[in-house]
């Protein structure tokens, strides 16, 4: 039933080490996002794939690597983690074309590193 | 690069009142989209309401309506017969319209609502 998941919800995790965040959809969306979600609750944009391909990259650092193996799905992938990197990541999806219905958010996964 | 100000850090409303939380956007767009999003303690981000700019009438669903300025640069939600359940965090959203696939949404700080009974 649930639309849009994520896995895991909560990663905790030492500096230095690579971790991934899956997300899965089942809206029929073809455009996918990842938010960062800091600690003073400000959301910004990361990422977005439309059918598998990358369209937004919002100056992220290039220890963070999406994936997209298809439209239903988009992983998040990142190298050598750092302090800084602890925040709630969302995924989200949306219709590329219809964007005035908006975006529907996964759950979040709560990220640590220590 | 547009911008969206939520300046009210937090609110507080009796039950069964009525509440209103302000934003204001800047944009040079003419086109766009705005939307209200509501963060209770599960963090899960719902989708409350949505507003399209070249819509001149204000949107409503249910308990919740928004009061949409366009000269003003102004999206304020109004939520009627507040409810305990409708304690979150609120987070206002532009989305400028793009003919392609290329849509993010740009988010306020947000407003957190405490409903007290």
């Known amino acids: 039933d649930t639309a849009v998941s994520q896995t895991p919800k909560y990663l905790v995790t030492q500096m230095g080490n690579d971790k991934s965040i899956k997300c899965e959809q089942n809206?029929?969306?073809?455009?996918m996002y990842w938010y960062k979600q800091d600690s003073k609750k400000f959301l910004k944009i990361m990422f977005s794939?439309?059918?598998?391909?990358?369209?937004i990259n919002e100056t992220v650092p290039n220890r963070f690597s999406p994936k997209s193996p298809d439209k239903a799905h988009l992983n998040l992938h990142i190298n050598s983690l750092e302090l800084g990197d602890s925040a709630v990541y969302f995924c989200?999806?949306?219709?590329?074309?219809?964007?005035?219905?908006?975006?529907?958010f996964g759950p979040g996964t709560r990220l640590t590193v220590l | 690069a547009q911008t969206v100000t939520q300046s009210q850090p937090e609110m507080s409303v009796q039950e069964a009142e009525t509440v209103t939380l302000s934003c204001t956007y800047d944009?040079?767009?003419?086109?766009?989209?705005l939307f209200w999003y509501k963060q209770p303690p599960s963090r899960q981000m719902i989708l409350v309401i949505r507003?399209?700019?070249?819509?001149?009438q204000n949107a409503t669903e249910n308990r919740f309506s928004v009061n949409f300025q366009k000269a003003a640069k102004s999206f304020s939600l109004k939520i009627s017969d507040s409810q305990l359940g409708d304690t979150a965090m609120y987070f206002c959203?532009?989305?400028?319209?793009?003919?392609?696939?290329?849509?993010?949404?740009?988010f306020g700080k947000g407003i957190t609502l405490s409903v007290r009974p």
């Open positions: 989200a999806s949306s219709y590329g074309h219809s964007q005035q219905i908006g975006q529907y």
């Open positions: 809206l029929g969306h073809d455009t």
């Open positions: 794939y439309n059918n598998k391909e990358l369209i």
């Open positions: 944009t040079s767009e003419n086109n766009y989209y």
């Open positions: 507003q399209e700019a070249y819509k001149q």
């Open positions: 959203a532009f989305m400028k319209h793009t003919t392609g696939a290329n849509s993010k949404l740009t």
